[in-house]
């Protein structure tokens, strides 16, 4: 007789209670998970929805290395960890460790797992399973993708309540049974189970009677966590644009693009968060694949998904079908396909994203926003179709302090709700409040009202919602899609720029919505343009200089200021200090105890007085101000005796690393944590003496210690990661031989570093209280030189 043991899933159909309470007599003691000290947001979830909840960081106490996605660990997890009691939550997480232990197929293990199905007479998997029809039998197969095993028979019915098995593949708990008959035809799996692991019913009732006990802002709060971020780390713009990326699943025919640096989970929820979702590289798909198969009449992705996500979309040198593409344009515009004879209609919606290799003032200096994609995606057509423009660029990099521990839904029932949502359409709920500009074209309109919609679903699914609660979802909206036109009018000197402004009801006073790019960069952003208020030339008068002395206050503006004046005091015309004559250009002379006078290179007066003349707008400078840092840098050395202070990166490099692209850091030890800083500051001062729209590589060259290598690696990694949003690309490499301490930089300096960067006595910068972490000048020093030489 067959051995049953191994078959969970009539366990897996019942409550979680039972199966956590027979178990956890031993579960809390050692080896358990650690327990959470809950919000009073937790609290309410869990009394509210305590059988459609769970902790978010159980996954990864579960998920070990199986190649899983998070919706089929939570799904587990839901029968087993849906309490908060911790002896029945520790139970929960072995019972599914166990099962994934025992039923989930690693490629490696398949083998293995083919001689137990064998040995036992049947087993459970738990696989990635696609079906085909096989016409010369006509019979439906089944093939396991980490098994290894195909051409198992399955039923028609099953087919039928689970279509797509027939397209990419579903995951599910499957169980084997092995019935060998000696046919060399035959192979001697057969199934006698199957259950996609995923939610089957409606639930849209109560989860509307639910929301009715949240606040908005606890709702959307609740929306992160069961996404798996914390929300207290986010601000409220950032939760929203975090939601954006879940709009697609929750509305049909939604068109989005998301570009951005890399590491900021662009994919994630894509391929983590839905059962209803797919994500495929952008450069596997075919319209055979996408749309519908001629040869077969098999109709594609978009026939079976709610939403079809291609990863790596961007990359100007990848080439993509025009027939593709133009198939690609006439659905997303019409919801609709044509292939041979045939229109068919599909409902799911597309989403691209991709990395860029730009910053955006970069981008918007030298080309647009869209500038990374393939040149047959670079067409106003095809992105005239986009409903939302999604910045990346906003997105920081995902650190593992932005995940929550608390609770959150299910994903999968989630989904589910999402999903059901679909049918929903609030496009137009925000009319009796505000009005659009009448400027505003067609494909505007539904770009904002199908984001408006997916927005109100998500965060007021019962489609009521106050003037005040709408205006926020209506300004977002409107920025997505009015990005998108903006850059197409960069694209296509045809198109017109429109007016991006609504009216409130009663009110004629138009209220315009900015992007932050247009506000954060009006120089680059319009070039000499001309937006509602009249010319943007008088932004565009100071062009750079907005980036050097005028809106920064911890940079260009403070800091930069700092490098290029602080060595002549104010007042002073001569350039002296206290009636001595400033130092010679690159040449020092040691702080004089009585007087305080700096040891640093200085500027001579005449430049400070005219670096402090540029905020008046009638004057346009014949040198940007970072032309004129770089042509104070002198030949010289200069000395500081230990315990001084005044000593900081700007002052001692920013004139002769202004305007390189290209620098070399020589520096053996930058290895531990108060070294990495060194760098990170070092590198603050090349973005300081940078045109914000110009890149620099700097090249790292250091020492490593075994010991610390790991840590070592992983923080250069997030230096790297952090500079390169703002245009400093860090690259690096390790030396053991090299004792040489130098910046040499493509513009002919090269300046020798006595001590490197480690300049300063060590002090408490575990405090944040303390002014000596952010400012440098009030910093001793240890006894230095710096020596600058012409190549």
């Not at 690696?713 to 690096?732: C, E, P, R, S, W």
Request: with cysteine; net charge negative.
């Amino acid at each position: 007789m067959a051995d049953e043991s191994n078959d969970v899933s009539g366990s897996l159909t019942g409550a979680g209670a039972g199966a956590g309470a027979g178990a956890g007599a031993g579960a809390g003691a050692e080896g358990g998970v650690a327990a959470l000290v809950m919000s009073n947001l937790d609290r309410k979830i869990t009394d509210d929805f305590s059988q459609y909840t769970v902790r978010k960081d159980l996954v990864s106490e579960v998920k070990g290395n199986a190649l899983v996605p998070s919706y089929v660990l939570e799904y587990l997890l839901s029968k087993y960890a849906t309490t908060t009691d911790q002896e029945s939550i520790n139970a929960g997480v072995k019972r599914v460790r166990d099962i994934l232990a025992d039923n989930y197929v690693h490629r490696e293990e398949a083998n293995l797992i083919q001689s137990k199905i064998r040995e036992k007479g049947r087993y459970q998997v738990i696989d990635k399973v696609q079906v085909a029809l096989n016409e010369k039998l006509d019979r439906y197969e089944a093939t396991f993708e980490n098994l290894g095993i195909s051409r198992v028979v399955v039923d028609s019915i099953t087919v039928d309540k689970n279509p797509k098995l027939l397209v990419t593949g579903i995951w599910c708990m499957c169980t084997l049974v092995y019935a060998y008959s000696g046919d060399r035809d035959e192979v001697p799996w057969r199934l006698h189970r199957l259950m996609p692991v995923q939610m089957s019913h409606d639930d849209r009732e109560n989860y509307l009677a639910m929301r009715a006990k949240f606040t908005a802002g606890e709702w959307i709060d609740l929306l992160m966590q069961s996404v798996g971020f914390n929300p207290d780390l986010f601000g409220d713009r950032a939760k929203l644009l975090h939601l954006v990326r879940m709009i697609p699943f929750v509305e049909r025919n939604y068109n989005l693009i998301e570009l951005g640096p890399k590491g900021t989970g662009k994919s994630h929820i894509y391929s983590e968060f839905s059962p209803h979702g797919m994500l495929i590289s952008g450069g596997e798909v075919t319209a055979a694949k996408l749309f519908v198969n001629n040869a077969n009449k098999q109709i594609g992705l978009v026939g079976y998904w709610d939403t079809v996500a291609f990863d790596e979309f961007a990359g100007k040198a990848k080439k993509a079908d025009k027939a593709l593409v133009d198939i690609m344009k006439n659905y997303m515009a019409n919801k609709s396909f044509s292939r041979g004879t045939n229109v068919m209609q599909a409902e799911a919606s597309m989403v691209f994203v991709g990395n860029t290799s730009h910053n955006v003032p970069y981008m918007l200096k030298n080309s647009d926003l869209f500038e990374e994609l393939p040149v047959q995606y670079h067409d106003p057509a095809f992105l005239d179709r986009i409903h939302y423009y999604l910045p990346g660029w906003e997105f920081e990099q995902i650190r593992t302090e932005m995940f929550t521990s608390g609770y959150g839904f299910v994903v999968d029932y989630l989904a589910e709700i999402l999903h059901n949502l679909r049918n929903v359409d609030y496009g137009s709920a925000f009319e009796k409040y505000f009005k659009l500009s009448p400027s505003l074209s067609t494909r505007d309109k539904d770009g904002v009202r199908k984001t408006f919609s997916g927005l109100m679903k998500l965060i007021y699914p019962s489609g009521q919602a106050t003037a005040e609660q709408m205006e926020p979802l209506l300004r977002c909206a409107i920025e997505g899609r009015k990005r998108v036109k903006d850059q197409l009018c960069r694209i296509d000197s045809t198109m017109t720029a429109v007016d991006f402004s609504y009216t409130r009801a009663g009110s004629v006073e138009p209220v315009a919505v900015h992007v932050l790019e247009e506000d954060d960069y009006p120089e680059l952003y319009w070039r000499g343009g001309y937006d509602e208020a009249g010319e943007r030339d008088e932004a565009a008068s100071g062009a750079v200089v907005s980036a050097v002395f005028a809106n920064d206050a911890d940079g260009l503006g403070a800091e930069k200021a700092d490098s290029v004046t602080d060595t002549v005091p104010a007042g002073d015309s001569n350039g002296s200090v206290d009636g001595k004559p400033a130092a010679p250009v690159g040449v020092t002379r040691k702080a004089d105890s009585a007087n305080g006078a700096e040891a640093v290179p200085s500027v001579p007066a005449a430049a400070a007085h005219e670096s402090a003349s540029l905020s008046a707008p009638a004057r346009v400078p014949s040198l940007s101000p970072i032309e004129r840092a770089a042509a104070a840098a002198k030949e010289g050395h200069i000395e500081f005796a230990e315990s001084q202070r005044g000593a900081t990166y700007n002052k001692l490099f920013g004139s002769y690393v202004a305007g390189a692209k290209h620098i070399t850091l020589k520096d053996p030890y930058i290895r531990l944590p108060y070294q990495i800083r060194n760098l990170a500051e070092f590198l603050e001062t090349v973005f300081t003496y940078t045109d914000r729209s110009d890149e620099v590589h700097v090249h790292l060259i250091t020492g490593c210690d075994e010991e610390y290598a790991d840590r070592q690696i992983d923080n250069l990694n997030q230096v790297q990661a952090t500079f390169g949003t703002l245009g400093i690309t860090l690259t690096y490499e390790f030396s053991d031989t090299g004792h040489d301490r130098s910046i040499v930089t493509d513009t002919g300096w090269r300046v020798a570093l006595g001590r490197g960067l480690d300049i300063y006595q060590r002090y408490s910068d575990n405090d944040w209280l303390n002014p000596l972490t952010r400012q440098q000048k009030l910093r001793r020093v240890k006894e230095f030189s710096v020596v600058y030489q012409r190549k």
